[in-house]
């Protein structure tokens, strides 16, 4: 049986893969340090998103879907 994945999940993820997203304006948009609205780091852990290490700042890497996160968008 697939994972089920919440509303704010699907709008991160939507949020994303809508156009380039660096790790800075995510940062900005959606952490949070309410342990009930932690998407973000769910979204991480879960495997569903990926920041791009690059030899930028850490701020303007970019952050991907991964195959996962993807496949939780589409599904």
């Keep these: ?9 699907i709008e991160l993820l939507s949020w994303i893969s809508n156009r380039p997203r660096t790790y800075g304006e995510a940062m900005e948009a959606w952490r949070s340090t309410c342990p009930r609205h932690s998407v973000w780091e769910d979204a991480f852990v879960d495997g ?3 920041v791009v290490e690059t ?3 850490l701020d303007r890497c970019p952050v991907i879907l991964t195959a996962r996160g ?3 968008l589409e599904g």
């Excluded at 049986?1 to 999940?9: G, I, L, P, R």
Aim: cysteine-free; overall charge negative; charged content about 30%.
């Design 1 to 9: 049986m697939a994972e089920a994945v919440n509303s704010s999940t």
């Design 48 to 50: 569903l998103i990926e």
């Design 55 to 57: 030899e930028d700042s």
């Design 70 to 72: 993807q496949a939780k």
